[in-house]
């Protein structure tokens, strides 16, 4: 596709629920991030894919979070019994491997989340 | 572990102003350096990137930054700004030998036509 796309915009939900954020990277795109915006608070790293490799779930807040990603493309993020604290804007990112480190990212337009 | 710290929060200027928005982190090592930016209502886009060589880098609508690496800064500058340069603006880091990017909490830049 032509970008990063992100499902849904927005989601309410009641606290204990539990929620699934999509993304869509990038065709071609190894490298797959996950990250919360919190105002004021800047991204916060949770998850990182590459290719076929162990994702990195060292920023994964709580066992209520989880993260998969198939066939080296989609990622579902899944919150479990969500909490009032869960409330943020959910960013994907994704980027080709870079030859020295990460390279440009290339960013969704986020999943809103609110827990009510 | 690796920060990256934003000195302004929030920063107002009027148009035709000069611009520095200040970014340090803390990283001995090889580092690659970016700046995203958010405009009202869209995703978050590079701005500029560090990689290697000439450590004035030029990005787009006239930003640019400088790596310094003795300071471990890489602030963000243009000469003069528009009314259409609102908008937050994210210092981030990447260890080389890491796969993570560390962002800073932002800068929330407004400008008054």
């Known amino acids: 596709g032509a970008g990063v796309s992100q499902s849904p915009s927005n989601k309410v939900t009641e606290k204990g629920k539990d929620v699934e954020l999509r993304c869509d990277p990038i065709?071609?795109?190894?490298?797959l991030y996950w990250y919360r915006q919190s105002l004021g608070q800047g991204l916060e790293f949770l998850i990182y894919?590459?290719?076929?490799?162990?994702?990195?779930k060292s920023g994964l807040p709580s066992d209520r979070f989880s993260a998969e990603r198939t066939g080296g493309s989609v990622s579902t993020l899944t919150i479990q019994r969500t909490q009032q604290e869960d409330s943020a804007v959910y960013l994907c990112?994704?980027?080709?491997?870079?030859?020295?480190?990460?390279?440009?990212?290339?960013f969704g337009p986020g999943t809103r989340l609110t827990v009510l | 572990a690796q920060s990256v710290s934003q000195h302004n929060h929030h920063v107002i200027l009027s148009e035709a102003a000069s611009l520095e928005l200040g970014c340090n982190y803390s990283y001995g090592g090889t580092v690659n350096l970016f700046w995203y930016v958010q405009y009202p209502g869209q995703h978050l886009q590079l701005l500029l990137k560090y990689f290697s060589g000439d450590p004035l880098v030029k990005g787009i609508k006239g930003f640019e930054a400088e790596f310094i690496k003795s300071k471990f800064s890489f602030n963000l500058r243009k000469p003069s700004v528009q009314w259409s340069d609102t908008a937050e603006y994210f210092c981030a880091v990447n260890a080389v030998r890491d796969d993570k990017i560390i962002f800073g909490k932002g800068t929330r830049l407004h400008i008054l036509p």
């Open positions: 894919f590459q290719g076929n490799s162990a994702p990195d």
């Open positions: 990112a994704s980027s080709l491997a870079g030859a020295k480190g990460v390279d440009t990212q290339y």
């Open positions: 065709s071609g795109h190894t490298a």
